[in-house]
């Protein structure tokens, strides 16, 4: 885990003269259910840097989302601090807009333009009506649904619906773009279009995200830098360097090297415990 680190941290020579733009600092995260009391994440921390495609990796159950909401301002950490240029984070604000995987995200009633221009305008990015539909129509263009401003969302497909949500959320240019698993719900090849779209629109803008999934592979694909999170309660395993890495390095030996040893990292403490307790049983045998 040490090389792992110091790895990034080496790689990230040139982003160590930028203050960050996030600054995660030892975070511990609860939650209350009806009978108790969940601890999400104990004592996470990792750095954001401007125009990192930071990604949050780890099985489900580990904290991912949980820090997501932590970072958009719904959640309070018990320990440690969430700061986004230097300020600390203690409510929602529009310098984050987050981004769901659910597809009814978007306003029912409202044409995919309505959708962002009404952002725009309760937002505060926008004072005009004209400010606002200009500014819709650009970033609608950039997820290339230029046909499709007047439609309304059930006519759209779940990948369409996802464009506009990014569209929407890229067009308050927040500081940071959060992204809770957005692909998860789209079939294997809408999934695989999304990605590289997404990549385009950061090869366009170079917008700042930090991104949720508990696929190695699109960790791989979308992120320049991943934190590898341990199963319940998430902590941080390692941080890991995958910028050169994109679609067309899948199945290569770098790719696939990369994606079994995260695997491991994720998967070493259970198959310890299988390991364990078969030997457990064979011994009382």
């Not at 995987?101 to 309760?122: G, R």
């Not at 790719?255 to 415990?273: G, T, V």
Request: hydrophobic share 40%.
């Amino acid at each position: 885990m040490g090389q792992d680190v110091q790895a990034a941290a080496d790689n990230s020579s040139a982003a160590a003269a930028v203050e960050p733009i996030l600054d995660v600092d030892g975070v511990t995260l609860q939650y209350k259910t009806k009978e108790h009391l969940i601890t999400a994440t104990y004592r996470v921390g990792f750095k954001v840097y401007p125009a990192d495609r930071f990604v949050l990796l780890g099985p489900s159950g580990c904290g991912k989302s949980t820090l997501l909401k932590g970072v958009a301002g719904y959640m309070t950490p018990v320990e440690g601090a969430m700061r986004l240029k230097g300020r600390e984070i203690h409510e929602p604000g529009p310098d984050r807009v987050m981004v769901f995987q659910e597809f009814d995200q978007l306003l029912p009633w409202k044409t995919v333009k309505q959708n962002i221009t009404f952002a725009l305008m309760n937002g505060g990015k926008c004072s005009t009506q004209k400010d606002a539909d200009e500014l819709a129509m650009e970033y609608i263009k950039k997820v290339k649904l230029d046909q499709f401003e007047d439609t309304y969302p059930h006519m759209l497909s779940g990948g369409m619906k996802q464009r506009v949500a990014i569209a929407r959320g890229m067009a308050m240019e927040p500081d940071i773009l959060l992204m809770d698993e957005p692909f998860a719900a789209l079939d294997a090849l809408t999934r695989l279009q999304m990605q590289e779209e997404l990549l385009q629109l950061w090869e366009d803008t170079h917008f700042t995200v930090l991104f949720v999934t508990h696929s190695i592979e699109e960790a791989l694909i979308i992120g320049s830098r991943i934190l590898v999170l341990s199963p319940h309660p998430g902590q941080v395993k390692a941080e890991l360097n995958a910028h050169h890495l994109n679609h067309s390095n899948v199945g290569d030996k770098e790719f696939s090297e990369l994606q079994s040893k995260i695997h491991n990292m994720l998967f070493a403490d259970r198959i310890l415990e299988d390991e364990l307790a078969a030997a457990e049983g064979a011994a009382q045998s």
